[in-house]
């Protein structure tokens, strides 16, 4: 039976899709200044993938030039998003699921906390962590190890729901935690995790 669940913000518990517009538009209007530097087809991609992973990954893999990650991490550190926002229609299972839950999320501090107030989810949570590689080196694994043993959760207590095979459900997988793939467009079909699924619902159905 679990004990605990520890969720990721972005395209877990809300549509990034519904807030990219607003979110996105300075930021990628600097990157098209840089487009010479980067290649057309890079930057459709690069685009598309800044709305659903960290800056810092995507600045990485596509190469960006110094200037321009420094220019787009100086826009992100001070960016937050102050309109209204509205979680999966199917978040309301999840909220209601009588355990402790953990929101871990990786981005820019002051961002992913306008986001969860925005979202008015702060009282779903008995812990908000917001891993911001600009301050600090520990990762999602770290602090899921760190839940777990202040908590005195085994690995087999915690489920991880999240969106990223490459960030919460590979951490959860390196610590033995069981993971929840939520995949609502099914973009990964190869990806190792214990549930993979695209209803948020499912989560009820995987609690033991
Ligand atoms: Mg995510």
Not at 4 to 28: M, Q
Request: zero cysteines.
């Amino acid at each position: 039976m679990k004990r605990a669940l520890i969720l990721d913000l972005d395209n877990t518990i809300y549509p990034v899709s519904s807030i990219a517009g607003h979110l996105f538009e300075r930021l990628f209007s600097l990157l098209d200044e840089y487009a010479e530097d980067i290649n057309y087809e890079a930057l459709i991609h690069a685009k598309d993938e800044l709305t659903r992973r960290p800056y810092h990954l995507v600045a990485d893999k596509y190469n960006f030039s110094n200037e321009l990650k420094n220019k787009g991490i100086g826009l992100l550190k001070e960016l937050t998003y102050d309109f209204p926002m509205q979680p999966f229609d199917e978040y309301h299972y999840i909220k209601s699921i009588p355990l402790p839950k953990f929101l871990v999320t990786t981005g820019f501090s002051k961002l992913q906390r306008s986001k969860v107030k925005m979202l008015g989810i702060e009282n779903d949570f008995q812990e908000i962590h917001i891993v911001d590689p600009e301050i600090s080196k520990q990762t999602k694994k770290d602090v899921f190890a760190d839940i777990m043993e202040r908590h005195g959760y085994y690995a087999g207590d915690v489920l991880v729901i999240g969106d990223d095979p490459e960030s919460e459900i590979k951490s959860a997988n390196e610590l033995g935690i069981d993971t929840f793939l939520f995949d609502p467009e099914n973009i990964h079909s190869s990806v190792q995790s214990t549930y993979k699924t695209s209803r948020l619902k499912d989560v009820t159905d995987r609690l033991s």
